[in-house]
């Protein structure tokens, strides 16, 4: 069974900091890329950021500059670390894994980005 999990969302303030995880089991993680998407209300659910089994990184140019993609494939875990955080950057975030024909999504965690 594949399971996806999520964590490390929550309310920050503008230009704060926030690390999500997603502990992925039920794959063989390495070969898989992994991506962050987010969903806010009312908007369709779009790519924050994409890493492939090489380490090769891709962001939507909101957040260039400001998130970081990683994965430890030791850990079977995929991260992203979230700087600078705007208003705007307020969504359900969801982790997924991609090979094939084999995708997979976690349950999302939020992020909520206000003072």
């Known amino acids: 069974q594949v399971q996806l999990v999520e964590s490390g969302g929550g309310l920050v303030q503008p230009g704060g900091s926030l690390r999500l995880s997603c502990a992925a089991s039920g794959i063989i993680f390495s070969i898989y890329t992994m991506g962050w998407y987010r969903q806010a209300p009312g908007k369709q659910r779009e790519l924050v950021a994409g890493i492939i089994s090489g380490g090769r990184t891709n962001y939507a140019d909101s957040v260039k500059g400001r998130f970081t993609i990683s994965r430890d494939n030791a850990k079977n875990t995929v991260y992203l670390q979230m700087n600078s955080l705007k208003p705007e950057d307020t969504a359900v975030y969801y982790c997924?894994?991609?090979?094939?024909?084999?995708?997979?999504w976690g349950q999302g965690t939020q992020v909520t980005v206000s003072s």
């Open positions: 997924n894994a991609y090979y094939g024909i084999h995708s997979y």
